[in-house]
């Protein structure tokens, strides 16, 4: 899965795209799915990954901690400061 955007000459956003490989996410139960694309959606807004392995975001780089182990599947408070923290 990956994410990219591009900016026009004002800085101002273009184009964002995200994709989904189905050869993993097929076999997610929809929640889990959601949680993907949202961390994806992120990544477009300009969010990194977030390493730390206990991080409760949806930023957090591991599906299988964020859905599996905690059922992240939005945003969260500290996504929503890091949206900010950009815009
Ligand atoms: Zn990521």
Not at 6 to 14: I, L, S
Request: glycine letters at 4%; one cysteine or more.
């Amino acid at each position: 899965m990956y994410s990219y955007s591009t900016y026009d000459a004002n800085a101002y956003f273009a184009k964002a795209t995200c994709h989904l490989n189905i050869h993993y996410t097929n076999g997610y139960v929809q929640a889990k799915r959601q949680s993907v694309a949202m961390h994806e959606i992120g990544h477009a807004l300009g969010l990194a990954d977030i390493r730390d392995p206990n991080s409760k975001t949806i930023m957090n780089y591991s599906p299988a901690y964020r859905y599996d182990q905690i059922k992240i599947s939005r945003i969260q408070q500290d996504d929503i400061s890091g949206i900010n923290a950009i815009y």
